[in-house]
């Protein structure tokens, strides 16, 4: 999981979808597992949306962490890992499947 430049307990990376998987991504995503809910709001993440950039299949996301939480140990989760498998057919994935992730760095907000 990232650590990208935002506001304090937000975390902000876009990731990229290979094309013709736009609809599989989102029904899998619709589909969530329930032990991957739970792991990742047993994580501290209480806010985690994926936006799509149709034009170019950039996914932009970005999760909202509880103070004192930390995403460290996620990418060892066995859950996690499977999840990763799971997606690793529809995006571009690093050795081991995780998907490439790009921080971004916030630039504006507006509370």
């Known amino acids: 999981m990232s650590s990208a430049s935002t506001s304090p ?57 509880r103070p004192g939480h930390d995403l460290g140990p996620l990418p060892q989760h066995p859950v996690m890992r499977r999840w990763w498998d799971y997606m690793a057919d529809l995006m571009e994935v690093e050795p081991g499947n995780r998907p490439c992730e790009w921080p971004l760095v916030q630039v504006f907000h507006l509370a």
């Open 9 to 65: 307990g937000t975390r902000a990376f876009r990731m990229k979808l290979k094309p013709g998987n736009e609809q599989v991504y989102r029904e899998r995503h619709d589909a969530i597992w329930p032990e991957l809910s739970a792991l990742l709001h047993d994580a501290g993440i209480y806010d985690y949306s994926i936006f799509l950039d149709e034009a170019t299949l950039d996914l932009f996301a970005v999760m909202k962490l």
